[in-house]
């Protein structure tokens, strides 16, 4: 998403190199790529001046320690400065009340829709919730349809009166049935527009006054850049929502809306969401996003996705396998499969600090793993167990089946023989010492 922008800062930060003091001269230059870089970015100019003064103000004058560099400190008073611009700390949902009612909002095409079965898959699988989704845009048949195709895929209840052209009503009877069925979270996915008219505003707000949610969010296509700021402006002179989601982080978008949007409205960023898949949805860390715009990863949330996907009794086993020296390619599989929920490959290797930029014009594709796994699957149960049994002729048998030539097959063999060496020189380090790291 911020590639550009990215490459961009990281220009105006060199600089300042061979400096022994930050001054308001030898940070001219800086400043104003960094501004330019900005307004690039399709940030408002007046944001972007504001928040190139503040970096000026804060940086003129410091010392620079031995031990790093002025564009070292540069980046560092910048992280801070743009962490605070996108709202400083997360912001938790208000979940309060019984049912929690949480409204949504936003233009159509937004991604409202698939957002709101995101969410309910996010309040069941992380916060313990029963949530019932309600379909109250009474003006599109097809939001009706894809709300409940993806409540299935979540296996989330969706309330709806197709015949209804009563918004109002349809959420009140929606919250009847939510009460009645032990439902304790209650998420109304309410009609958009191609732009903001009188009628779609007056609707919403008219379902916010007559059902008093605890949560009203905005969805905005971070892809439409500073056209987003403008409408999430618009809604909320007239909704005063709580928060604000922004989707399609994954599109091929300049990032001025995730900059922006917090000065502009004075409301949370409280989710981002990339993606059509239910899980690709996460809570909006401000310094988090920082760090990554800035190119230094963003190794918490790594270690938070592989956290997931962590069975503490299944690594234990494994633990003790490594010890004995006995992993083997059945273990190794399993990894993988972990690995593959975890996400985007190339957006987990970007969050590895320094990955980032080495990658970003490699395609990494999600079917990496694909080859590997063939082979795998072509060896017996006994070879998967115990590898050192895989002689030539076994070779010829798993590159056969799994469609590779000999010669990747004995590649893949041999690194997997460097990683178990690998493994065999590190099994006195505990195994959770990493999971440790995402803690709070």
Avoid: H
Avoid at 185 to 199: C, Q, S
Avoid at 207 to 220: G, Q, R, Y
Avoid at 255 to 267: C, D, H, L, P
């Amino acid at each position: 998403m911020f590639e550009s922008l990215s490459d961009k800062l990281d220009s105006a930060f060199k600089n300042l190199k061979g400096q022994a003091r930050i001054t308001e001269l030898n940070i001219a230059s800086t400043i104003k790529d960094i501004r330019r870089a900005l307004v690039d970015a399709d940030v408002n100019y007046k944001i972007a001046k504001d928040f190139t003064d503040s970096i000026k103000e804060k940086a003129t004058g410091e010392k620079v320690i031995n031990s790093i560099s002025p564009g070292q400190l540069m980046v560092k008073i910048v992280k801070d400065e743009l962490a605070e611009l996108m709202g400083g700390s997360e912001t938790d949902l208000d979940l309060a009340g019984n049912p929690a009612i949480i409204l949504i909002a936003g233009l159509q095409g937004s991604g409202k829709t698939t957002f709101s079965a995101k969410l309910a898959n996010y309040l069941k699988t992380k916060k313990g919730k029963s949530p019932l989704l309600v379909a109250a845009d009474i003006y599109r048949p097809a939001a009706i349809e894809q709300l409940k195709i993806l409540g299935e895929q979540i296996s989330v209840e969706v309330y709806s009166e197709p015949e209804n052209k009563d918004a109002i009503a349809i959420v009140q009877n929606a919250i009847k049935e939510a009460k009645s069925k032990n439902k304790n979270a209650v998420i109304i996915d309410t009609a958009g527009r191609l732009a903001i008219d009188e009628v779609m505003m007056t609707e919403v707000s008219n379902i916010k006054n007559a059902v008093s949610p605890k949560e009203i969010l905005f969805v905005v296509d971070s892809m439409t850049g500073q056209d987003a700021v403008n409408t999430a402006a618009a809604f909320n002179q007239r909704l005063d929502y709580s928060g604000v989601v922004l989707t399609k982080l994954d599109g091929d978008t300049r990032g001025g809306a995730a900059i922006s949007i917090k000065s502009t409205v004075n409301k949370p960023i409280k989710f981002v969401s990339s993606g059509e898949k239910m899980d690709t949805l996460d809570v909006f860390y401000p310094e988090r996003m920082a760090q990554r715009i800035l190119g230094m990863g963003d190794i918490i949330s790594l270690v938070e996705k592989a956290q997931e996907q962590f069975d503490e009794a299944q690594a234990a086993r494994l633990e003790k396998k490594i010890r004995k020296n006995q992993f083997d390619f059945e273990d190794f599989k399993t990894q993988l499969q972990q690995i593959k929920k975890m996400g985007n490959l190339k957006d987990l290797m970007g969050m590895i600090p320094g990955v980032g930029k080495q990658i970003k014009d490699i395609d990494v594709n999600d079917d990496s793993f694909k080859g590997i796994e063939a082979m795998i699957n072509s060896m017996t149960l006994e070879e998967r167990r115990n590898p050192d049994l895989i002689n030539p002729s076994r070779k010829q048998r798993i590159a056969k089946g799994s469609g590779k030539d000999i010669a990747e097959v004995n590649q893949f063999l041999k690194q997997f023989d460097q990683m178990k060496n690998m493994m065999k020189m590190m099994n006195k380090m505990p195994m959770g010492r990493l999971a440790g790291l995402g803690k709070k």
